[in-house]
Antibody, heavy 119, light 106 residues
Framework: EVQLVESGGDLIQPGGSLRLSCAAS????????MSWVRQAPGKGLEWVAN????????YYVDSVKGRFTISRDNAKNLLFLQMNTLRAEDTAVYYC????????????WGQGTLVTVSS | IQMTQSPSSLSASVGDRVTITCRAS??????LNWYQQGPGKAPKLLIH???NLQSGVPSRFSGSGSGTDFTLTISSLQPEDFTTYFCQQGYSVPFTFGPGTKVDIK
């Protein structure tokens, strides 16, 4: 069974940093693109970043470029999102998602981890 | 690529046939996916590539369209279907979602 379990969400002050983790199991993690998608409270979904199987390609939404870094550890089946210079508008539930193949959709989602940026 | 959905909400009854529309600001061929999200839950993939039903999803869900205009149809609403639906384009980065359509009980 495919499982994605996020952790690391917290209440953080504006300008602060946070690292989210996602533990993957039930599939060959190193064979899949992975992604982070977020959802602000009561709002819609926003794709944040993608990372290729070997980490050689990464893509970001403009609003997080230069502040967020996606990475992965294929030996430990872990996906990360390093978030720096956090802003109030980064407040959201962050979902770890799997991309099944060469397609560009998200077939499995974690339960999400809440990041709240507030003073 | 901007994604829009209509309606933003609708009221329907169990057994009704419901259609939700998604429109892209430019052609995305058939790189269009649909998700269902219950309250407090993670989204669930329903349909990918415009019309391909994800494994395990009931056959009352169907999708169609290409280019800029797409539809999600629920042929006979069941109680568990009263929730929110999002479309998403996978044609180009940044992947973008529609604002959602909430389906509630009439």
């Amino acid at each position: 069974e495919v499982q994605l379990v996020e952790s690391g969400g917290d209440l953080i002050q504006p300008g602060g940093s946070l690292r989210l983790s996602c533990a993957a199991s039930g599939f060959t993690f190193s064979s899949h693109w992975m992604s982070w998608v977020r959802q602000a409270p009561g709002k819609g979904l926003e794709w944040v970043a993608n990372i290729k199987q070997d980490g050689s390609e990464k893509y970001y939404v403009d609003s997080v470029k230069g502040r967020f870094t996606i990475s992965r550890d294929n030996a430990k089946n872990l996906l990360f999102l390093q978030m720096n210079t956090l802003r109030a508008e980064d407040t959201a539930v962050y979902y770890c998602t799997r991309i099944p193949g060469i397609e560009d959709f998200f077939d499995y989602w974690g339960q999400g981890t809440l990041v709240t940026v507030s003073s | 690529i901007q994604m829009t959905q209509s309606p933003s909400s609708l009221s329907a009854s169990v057994g009704d046939r419901v259609t939700i529309t998604c429109r892209a600001s430019q052609s995305i061929r058939t790189y269009l996916n649909w998700y269902q999200q219950g309250p407090g839950k993670a989204p669930k993939l329903l349909i990918h590539a415009a019309s391909n039903l994800q494994s395990g999803v009931p056959s009352r869900f169907s999708g169609s369209g290409s280019g800029t205009d797409f539809t999600l149809t629920i042929s006979s609403l069941q109680p568990e279907d009263f929730t929110t639906y999002f479309c998403q384009q996978g044609y180009s980065v940044p992947f973008t979602f529609g604002p959602g359509t909430k389906v509630d009980i009439k």
